[in-house]
């Protein structure tokens, strides 16, 4: 438990990592940030992958299904993640007449955030340093 699933290279719709819109199969750098917290990675790229499906659809089963996981997998996702702060990031309200919901709470708002944030710092700190890598690339 507590390491999410291989990460996808994102396509010019995600957040991740810009690209030249010109040229999508032109070289790039993506930071892969874990935030670890015992024994478990609290925080990491797919867990926030995570995090931004559920924020968007409301719904683990639909978050989970979007990302080619199983409902199990991402709903273990989500207790490891919310074992590991001191608040959680994620709530599950079952039943109802709306069939039940998955949100993220303000705190799991504000990680993501962070997160995104400490990804865009990182990358800004490697700007030079990428610069001349990527020169080198055929």
């Given at each position: 438990m507590g390491r999410a699933s291989a990460p996808r290279r994102p396509?010019?719709?995600?957040?991740?990592?810009?690209?030249?819109?010109?040229d999508p199969s032109?070289?790039?750098v993506a930071p892969r940030i874990r935030v670890l917290c015992?024994?478990?990675i609290a925080?990491?790229?797919g867990k926030?992958?995570?995090?931004?499906a559920i924020h968007g659809s409301g719904c683990l089963a639909a978050a989970?299904?979007?990302l080619g996981m199983s409902y199990m997998r991402a709903w273990k996702l989500v207790e490891t993640m919310n074992a590991c702060f001191r608040e959680p990031?994620?709530?599950?309200?079952?039943?109802?007449?709306?069939?039940?919901?998955?949100?993220?709470?303000?705190?799991?708002?504000?990680?993501?955030?962070?997160?995104r944030g400490m990804e865009e710092a990182s990358r800004e700190a490697m700007a030079a340093s990428w610069q001349e890598l990527r020169a080198q690339l055929k």
């Open positions: 396509d010019s719709s995600t957040r991740r990592a810009p690209r030249a819109a010109s032109a070289p790039w015992g024994g478990e925080l990491g790229p926030v992958e995570l995090l931004e989970a299904r979007g990031l994620v709530t599950k309200e079952r039943g109802g007449k709306i069939h039940g919901s998955t949100v993220l709470t303000p705190t799991g708002e504000r990680v993501l955030e962070l997160y």
